[in-house]
C-alpha cells in the first residue's frame, strides 16, 4: 500500500532521517513528466527530490507512532547483541543495511550493539561513525514523534542504553 504525503507533512528518508515536505512538484525529464516530492532535512538545509511513484521503493515513510516507539525502546533496552558477527567487516556491512533498511527499529538495534559492544572494548573509527549516525537518526525521529526537544530524547536514549 502506497503512502500518500501532503504539503508540510514530515516523512522519514533512510539515512538522511526526518524531512519535511515542501511542495510537490512537476518536472520533465528527458521528455517524461514526473510528479516529485520535495523534502527538505529538518536538520540541514539539503532537499531531496523523491519521484513519488517511487516513495515505497526507496524507503519514504511516516515518522514511528506511538506504538513503533515502544518498540524502539524495547530494542534499547534488550541486553543481548542482535548482530553476533566476529568480522569487523561483515559486521560494519550489516549495521549499513539495517541503517539504510530506514526501519527505526533496525537503528535502534545498531545502536544497542555498539553500545554494548563499546563496553568490551573501544569501538573502531568506523563503528563509532555508525554509533553516531544511529544516535543522530533515532533520536530526530523520536523527538519529532513524541514532540520533545532532541536533548531529552537523548538524555532519554542514554538512560535506557545504561
Same mark, same amino acid.
Given at each position: 500500500m502506497a503512502i500518500a504525503f501532503s504539503v508540510g507533512d514530515m516523512a522519514v528518508y533512510p539515512v538522511q532521517g526526518v524531512t519535511e515536505i515542501l511542495r510537490i512538484e512537476e518536472l520533465e525529464i528527458s521528455g517524461f513528466t514526473s510528479r516529485f516530492y520535495v523534502l527538505k532535512c529538518i536538520d540541514s538545509e539539503d532537499t531531496i527530490r523523491v519521484p513519488l511513484t517511487n516513495a515505497e521503493q526507496v524507503g519514504l515513510r511516516s515518522v514511528v507512532d506511538k506504538q513503533q516507539i515502544g518498540e524502539v525502546?524495547?530494542?534499547?533496552?534488550? $541486553?543481548? $547483541?542482535?548482530?553476533?558477527?566476529?568480522?569487523?567487516?561483515?559486521?560494519?556491512?550489516?549495521?549499513?543495511?539495517?541503517?539504510?533498511?530506514?526501519?527505526?527499529?533496525?537503528?535502534?538495534?545498531?545502536?544497542r550493539d555498539l553500545h554494548l559492544m563499546s563496553r568490551d572494548k573501544q569501538l573502531s573509527y568506523g563503528e563509532r561513525r555508525v554509533h553516531e549516525t544511529a544516535t543522530q537518526l533515532l533520536v530526530q525521529e523520536l523527538a519529532v514523534a513524541q514532540q520533545l526537544p532532541t536533548d531529552a530524547v537523548q538524555t532519554q536514549i542514554e538512560q535506557l542504553l545504561g
Amino acid at each position: 500500500m502506497a503512502i500518500a504525503f501532503s504539503v508540510g507533512d514530515m516523512a522519514v528518508y533512510p539515512v538522511q532521517g526526518v524531512t519535511e515536505i515542501l511542495r510537490i512538484e512537476e518536472l520533465e525529464i528527458s521528455g517524461f513528466t514526473s510528479r516529485f516530492y520535495v523534502l527538505k532535512c529538518i536538520d540541514s538545509e539539503d532537499t531531496i527530490r523523491v519521484p513519488l511513484t517511487n516513495a515505497e521503493q526507496v524507503g519514504l515513510r511516516s515518522v514511528v507512532d506511538k506504538q513503533q516507539i515502544g518498540e524502539v525502546l524495547d530494542r534499547l533496552r534488550a $541486553t543481548e $547483541t542482535a548482530i553476533d558477527e566476529p568480522n569487523w567487516n561483515r559486521r560494519q556491512r550489516r549495521y549499513y543495511e539495517k541503517l539504510q533498511s530506514g526501519d527505526l527499529r533496525e537503528v535502534a538495534q545498531v545502536l544497542r550493539d555498539l553500545h554494548l559492544m563499546s563496553r568490551d572494548k573501544q569501538l573502531s573509527y568506523g563503528e563509532r561513525r555508525v554509533h553516531e549516525t544511529a544516535t543522530q537518526l533515532l533520536v530526530q525521529e523520536l523527538a519529532v514523534a513524541q514532540q520533545l526537544p532532541t536533548d531529552a530524547v537523548q538524555t532519554q536514549i542514554e538512560q535506557l542504553l545504561g
